[in-house]
């Protein structure tokens, strides 16, 4: 039995990732069962663990575990599950949204944008998106049930601000889901396409929420101000801290039993993604580690 694992370097450099025989113990433990894996989502692979994620055969708590609708490809769910954890977990615990509710979605074409669009029309909020290419406009504007308006911010102009006050009407918008945060005025190339944190916060209706996956986001004194005078809140989305509390494992198990069973619906439609086969995984996961590409899938 294969599985994938991470072997330290000699050095600070990047961690060497191997497809190694490894084997399950003759005795399984309390309340663990054994599951056969098809597809896995690579992320970030546990390094503390004596056992790979990504192998034939995993053990697993049974109480972790959320069945899979029959409907449902093994590949769709890997390559969806995480995105729609995150949409789930950043509309519902983080802004509390609510029918009549508008939202700014920071880039919508991405995988985790997209679920965030189609989950908040699920429940009646009024989407706005922005778009990074010309492509990805097309697409956001031919989305099924529809966005109230694609907002292009890839031909170098900054016209978010006006064009959310005119169709909010001067109010601002209750929650904004970013997609990562320019922290300077200065723009490389990696980050000209993000908004600046002033435009967010100056985006907010009073009340409002900021959802954001910046993990580095650091808050001027007038940028805090600004918020205070909005009574406007901020909080960092982490869709991992779910399993770092044993007290959160039964909303987890809702959350993770809410997403495939709204996938399954139709609800929530991810973006087919490409599946690599196991003999790829130990280069697809370096790619991955150094966020060339955010996300993958190997099917077994």
């Given at each position: 039995?294969?599985?994938l694992?991470?072997r330290?370097?000699e050095?600070?450099?990047e ?6 025989e ?6 399984l433990g ?16 546990p390094?503390d663990?004596?056992?790979s994620?990504?192998c034939?055969?995993?053990e ?7 069945q ?7 590949v ?15 509309l519902?615990t983080h802004a ?6 508008t ?11 997209l679920?965030?669009i ?8 009024k ?7 010309p492509q ?5 504007e ?8 694609v907002i292009p ?10 064009v959310?006050l005119?169709?909010?009407?001067g109010?601002?918008v ?6 990562g945060?320019?922290l ?27 959802v954001?996956?910046?993990k ?7 940028d ?31 959350i993770?039993?809410?997403?495939v ?7 929530l439609?991810p ?10 995984a ?7 580690q150094r ?5 993958a899938?190997?099917?077994?």
């Open positions: 039995m294969k599985g694992y991470c330290a370097g050095s600070d450099a961690p060497k990732f191997v497809i190694q490894t084997s399950l113990p003759e005795v309390s309340h663990l069962v054994r599951v056969q894996v098809k597809a896995c989502g690579l992320s970030i692979l390094l663990s004596p056992c994620g990504l034939d055969v995993i697993i708590d049974e109480h972790y575990l959320v899979k609708p029959e409907k449902l490809s093994s769709c769910v890997a390559g969806a599950l995480r995105d729609g954890l995150c949409a789930h977990t950043a519902h509390r949204m609510a029918a009549g509710h939202l700014l979605v920071m880039d919508g074409a991405s995988s985790f944008g679920m965030c189609q989950l908040a029309c699920h429940h009646g909020v989407v706005l998106t922005t778009s990074h290419s990805k406009h097309t697409f956001l031919q989305l099924r049930p529809s966005v109230v308006k911010v890839y031909n170098g102009s900054s016209d978010l601000l006006p959310v005119e169709e909010t009407g109010l601002g209750d929650i904004v889901i970013d997609s945060v320019r300077h005025e200065e723009e490389s190339e990696k980050t000209k396409l993000l908004p600046h944190k002033h435009d967010i916060i100056s985006v907010l209706g009073v009340g409002g929420h900021w954001t996956s910046h580095d986001l650091q808050l001027d004194p007038p805090c101000r600004f918020l205070y005078l909005k009574s406007a809140s901020m909080t960092f989305l982490n869709h991992e801290v779910w399993t770092a509390s044993s007290a959160q494992q039964g909303r987890y198990l809702h993770l039993k809410d997403v069973e709204k996938m399954s619906a139709g609800v439609r973006q087919p993604e490409e599946a690599v086969p196991l003999y790829e130990t280069v697809t996961m370096a790619t991955v966020h060339q590409k955010k996300k899938v190997v099917q077994l």
